[in-house]
């Protein structure tokens, strides 16, 4: 190495490479987790929230306005 540049280039070189490796490696478990939970419990996988069409309405009426937009 020839200074503080190529000291942070391979710095952070090897710190990218390590997050590819984990982030990959995280992938696996999280795809199982889903494909058994679809398969034990797949009411946990619906939406929570009502249909979009109703979202808007009920936020709308939840949000207060600021006086100027009244």
């Known amino acids: 190495m020839n200074g503080p ?24 478990p999280t795809k199982m987790i889903g494909d058994l939970v679809r398969r034990a419990a ?5 939406p929570l929230l009502p249909p979009a069409e109703y979202e808007v309405a009920y936020y709308a ?3 207060p306005r600021h006086p100027a937009l009244v």
């Open 42 to 46: 797949p009411q946990l996988l619906e």
């Open 5 to 28: 540049e190529d000291a942070l280039r391979h710095a952070l070189r090897a710190l990218a490479e390590r997050w590819q490796y984990l982030d990959s490696e995280a992938k696996e």
């Open 61 to 63: 009426q939840q949000t």
